[in-house]
């Protein structure tokens, strides 16, 4: 079973505008979430990160939002650039330190 | 630094067939991931070494899937028989800690069984 879930497989956003990604986890242990942005043919690159001690991490255009209480993450992109246009996956800190991933969510951004 | 390294980029191969991907780590990193990609399961781990030890396997789907990391500098990963369902795209990573932000991740081997 799916620990960290992205429910939407793709986006599609148009420039300028705001990406919302979002991520769902079931385990309410976890106390580390990160985003991976993949382009293709490329291996996965660490994004952005928060701690369960947060609700709001920023980095430039950039931030992710952490809902403890919904179990709920979610990376918001302002103002989009179609070279954002990847794949994000999210991950969170597993019990023995490493991470556990979703699926992935593909982000295309239309010019 | 060049980065993680893998080999090769593509393979094709018929099922039944033995497969060997190859993974050279940044120098200095005392770990080293083995991840699957596929549509239906994203990222998974399938095995991390700390030191060339073998910590972790309990990713690793069946049997029929080994890894190896004789020396800091490069690891393995054989399918042995190789089945059509192990097609996807195999990723190795390596970091200085077990958990650390700064996972850095090869380009990948895109494998297909036929």
């Known amino acids: 079973d799916q620990q960290v879930k992205q429910n939407s497989p793709s986006l599609s956003v148009q420039e300028g505008r705001i990406s919302i990604l979002n991520c769902d986890y079931t385990?309410?242990?976890?106390?580390?979430f990160l985003w991976y942005k993949k382009y293709p043919a490329e291996g996965p690159t660490f994004l952005i990160s928060?701690?369960?001690?947060?609700d709001k991490n920023e980095d430039g255009r950039f931030t992710v939002f952490l809902n403890k209480s919904a179990k709920h993450l979610s990376l918001h992109i302002v103002p989009s650039q179609p070279g954002d246009s990847a794949v994000y996956f999210c991950a969170a800190k597993g019990r023995q330190g490493n991470l556990i991933f979703g699926k992935g969510t593909k982000l295309s951004v239309k010019p | 630094d060049a980065g993680v390294i893998q080999s090769p980029r593509h393979e094709v191969t018929e099922m039944g067939q033995e497969v060997t991907l190859r993974c050279k780590p940044i120098s200095g990193h005392d770990y080293l991931f083995w991840y699957r990609q596929t549509m239906m399961r994203g990222l998974e781990l399938l095995i991390y070494f700390n030191n060339n030890v073998p910590i972790d396997d309990s990713g690793m789907p069946e049997d029929r899937f080994s890894a190896k990391m004789p020396n800091a500098s490069f690891s393995t990963l054989k399918i042995q028989p190789s089945e059509p369902r192990d097609s996807a795209v195999y990723f190795c990573?390596?970091?200085?800690?077990?958990?650390?932000?700064?996972?850095?991740f090869g380009s990948g081997t895109q494998l297909s069984v036929l």
């Open positions: 928060i701690s369960s001690i947060k």
């Open positions: 385990n309410s242990m976890f106390d580390y």
């Open positions: 990573a390596s970091s200085l800690d077990l958990f650390n932000e700064k996972l850095f």
